[in-house]
Nanobody, 124 residues
Framework: QIQLVESGGGVVQAGDSLRLSCAAS????????MAWFRQAPGKEQELVAG????????KYADSMKGRFTISRDNAKNTLSLQMSSLKPEDTAVYYC?????????????????WGQGTQVTVSS
């Protein structure tokens, strides 16, 4: 079982950048496909980006392509999300999630392991 702890959220202005991190407390981190989801007030949870076990394959929501970059360091058991050109509509709680699937899925139901979330607020 994997435990996930996010960090790096905060309040920024539109156009700023922010980097989120997720620390995994398991030695088999490389056995999990990982993803970042987000949930804004009154909205459904949505995939931000996902990354395969090896890090070779990535998947992004259309609205995040070109602005966000997901990466992982299997040696350090960490997952990262570099966010740039942030917009007020990026305001949400961001969650780190892990799945034992081989592939990266957009469906949050495919992910069994979740962090507690970190708040990102982008002011205009």
């Amino acid at each position: 079982q994997i435990q996930l702890v996010e960090s790096g959220g905060g309040v920024v202005q539109a156009g700023d950048s922010l980097r989120l991190s997720c620390a995994a407390s398991v030695g088999t981190f490389r056995s999990y496909a990982m993803a970042w989801f987000r949930q804004a007030p009154g909205k459904e949870q949505e995939l931000v980006a996902g990354i395969s076990r090896s890090g070779v394959s990535t998947k992004y929501a259309d609205s995040m392509k070109g602005r966000f970059t997901i990466s992982r360091d299997n040696a350090k058991n960490t997952l990262s999300l570099q966010m740039s050109s942030l917009k007020p509509e990026d305001t949400a709680v961001y969650y780190c999630a892990g799945s034992e699937d081989l592939l990266v899925y957009s469906d949050f139901n495919r992910y069994d392991y979740w962090g507690q979330g970190t708040q990102v607020t982008v002011s205009s």
